[in-house]
């Protein structure tokens, strides 16, 4: 099992920055990929960036340039960096971890709220 917690949300206002966080507990050595993905009102959850085992990244086309996804092993810990937020960017975020060998994100964290003021 594996345990997802978030933090760093929160409300800013249009071009601000925030950082999210996401520590994982448990059987950690079995996670390969984590994720960010986020769920705006009345639409579906999508992906926002990953980030595999090697630290190879990948990025929605719309996020591409403003955020950075990293990862740190020792704290067990993944980060995502917002920078030049938008409207659009609100959100609930939730971290996701893919274990080894699997296809479908497994663990989910609770979420946490971007809210992005114009």
Do not use: H
């Given at each position: 099992?594996v345990?997802?917690?978030e933090?760093?949300?929160?409300?800013?206002q249009?071009?601000?920055?925030?950082?999210?966080?996401?520590?994982?507990s448990?059987?950690i050595?079995?996670i390969?990929t984590m994720?960010?993905?986020?769920?705006a009102?009345?639409?579906?959850?999508?992906?926002v960036?990953?980030?595999?085992?090697?630290g190879?990244t990948n990025?929605a086309?719309?996020?591409k340039?403003?955020?950075?996804?990293?990862?740190?092993?020792?704290?067990?810990t993944?980060?995502?960096?917002?920078?030049?937020?938008?409207?659009e960017?609100?959100a609930v975020?939730y971290?996701?971890?893919?274990l080894y060998?699997r296809i479908?994100?497994?663990?989910?964290?609770?979420g946490?709220?971007?809210?992005v003021?114009s």
């Amino acid at each position: 099992q594996v345990q997802l917690v978030e933090s760093g949300g929160g409300l800013v206002q249009a071009g601000g920055s925030l950082r999210l966080s996401c520590a994982a507990s448990g059987s950690i050595f079995s996670i390969g990929t984590m994720g960010w993905y986020r769920q705006a009102p009345g639409e579906q959850r999508g992906m926002v960036a990953t980030v595999r085992s090697d630290g190879s990244t990948n990025y929605a086309d719309s996020v591409k340039g403003r955020f950075t996804i990293s990862r740190d092993n020792a704290k067990n810990t993944v980060y995502l960096q917002m920078n030049s937020l938008k409207p659009e960017d609100t959100a609930v975020y939730y971290c996701a971890a893919r274990l080894y060998g699997r296809i479908e994100y497994e663990y989910w964290g609770q979420g946490t709220q971007v809210t992005v003021s114009s």
